[in-house]
DNA sequence: GTTTCGGGTGCACATGTGTGCACCGTCGCG
DNA sequence: CGCGACGGTGCACACATGTGCACCCGAAAC
């Protein structure tokens, strides 16, 4: 609603507020359903427009499915950097990251939705797209963390290792923001998700700080006393 | 195909048998699509029969859907089940938990396809019984571990803490179930999944053994050396 | 043996869907 | 100024889809 300056738009400024309203338009009718199940003429009647002339922007559900990721990830990588840079203190980061995180959740609530149900119901192609953003992220994060831990003087881990916390990071993100989301509007519920995902990264951090690279016997300490 | 018996079908076991016949064809064709992207008429063909024979056996989709749920879960169940009575050794049941788990998921593969994706995308009813069934399962895991990691001298924890190890395990679960049927056929993918899954639980496992509830310090073993 | 019941058929209908084609009006370049 | 490019329209077609209805026929109940 900003001012309605009535000069009239220019023909790309045009083009870009209907793809615009494409891609809402779309974003919106995913909220309950996916977009497997989405006809081109529903997104075009929801736009306003004949169908024929969604043509000229995207070439199929498809293609608009991928640029609907690609708008996704880049608000999450924008969030995800964000959290990289902040404080290293590593109990403070876990507050910190998991409420910077479900913020941004509630902030893009739509774009998150879609990201989580196509990412294992959408088109082949998007499904593709989806992962490929989520397994850079976790190299991302694979190195982030290599940095932390080892700063924090734990043993010298293996690769492998390395990958196996930044993947469980990673799943504990998307499983919680799908609690999340299941959850709807239920602050209360939201609330009880994101106490619940602090007390399990810190679980998981200090299973790392107290981790050794493929022990013989396992590193226990608790029985050892 | 067992022994062709000339016997004519009695009636309640030919409606069985088509009823199989219905889910088997629903079961094959959500391997690439999801059910809310699925037509009556679809499975009417696939099945071999008039599409208003349906309604003989479905009130509608979802309807086949929530059968699907149910059908798919009592095979799980029985894997848990199984899983729960084996040696309380807690390293050995990792190891050997993973190992059923995965076994299983190759076995049932479609059903499990079907449970990760109708989870998150598919009709409300059926994601709602999804839900309804994990939580189950993640109540009944949570009494189980209380009674292993108490057995192993661990501090005392508090309720809420129960809940988030054990959601923490079973979000490890179905994560592995997704990562191991996107891995397709390919077994080299399979195995380090697996692998990557066993450091997770082991890891996991380390943390809950040195955990101790609400620390207003944290338990961070490492740096106190 | 006769009747009833119920799974399966065939047909019909209104509606939804993807997409080709010709067209139109206007913005913007020459 | 004029003309071309291009976003948007309208119409058309050949399907697909859900579902109502009358019907059929073989097993089951009597």
Redesign the interface.
Known sequence: MAAPSNRPETRVERKERTRRAILDAALTLCED??L??LSLRQVAKEVGIVPTAFYRHFESLQDLGLALVEESFVSLHAVLREVRRSDPTF?QNIDTSVETLLDHVERHHAHFLFI??????GPPAV?AAI?REIDLAERELATDLEWLVTS???SPWSP??W???S??FV??M??TV?AVL?AGGDTRAQQEVA??TR??L??????????ESRPAE??????E?
Chains 1, 2 share one sequence.
């Open positions: 359903s996916s497997v199940a109990e989580t149900r196509e990412r294992l119901a499904r992962k924090m003087g734990a492998d290792d990958k196996a916390l993947n469980l799943r504990a998307v499983s799908e299941v106490e619940r007390t399990q810190r679980l998981v951090l200090v299973g790392a700080l107290n981790w396992p590193a226990l300490r608790a029985s006393a």
